[in-house]
Structures are given as structure tokens and as C-alpha cells.
């Protein structure tokens, strides 16, 4: 019985697969609110220039 207790504490596995996991959330909503703000401005740069034409 102690054996496996200590295997499982000392088993980093899912531990890891955590922290990757939310490792690529955060990536995933920093890309969003990067590819949202880019959209906003090239919208801005579009109708400025259709307003010149």
C-alpha cells in the first residue's frame, strides 16, 4: 500500500499534461485577442481609405 501511494505522488504525468494544457489555453486566448484587435484595425485602415477614395 505505502508503495503505491509513493508511486502515485512521485508520477508527474498528469501533472504535466496540466500544465501543458493551460499552457495552450493562454496561448490560444492571447492569438484570439491579438487576430480581434488586428481585425479592428485593418477595418479602421479600410474604411479610411474607402472614405478617401
Not at 508520477?11 to 493551460?22: F, H, N, P, T
Amino acid at each position: 500500500m505505502r508503495t503505491s501511494v509513493t508511486l502515485m505522488t512521485r508520477d508527474e504525468k498528469g501533472a504535466s499534461m496540466v500544465e501543458y494544457a493551460l499552457l495552450v489555453a493562454v496561448v490560444a486566448m492571447v492569438a484570439l485577442v491579438a487576430i480581434q484587435t488586428l481585425g479592428i484595425n485593418l477595418e479602421s485602415l479600410f474604411n479610411t481609405f474607402a472614405g478617401a477614395v
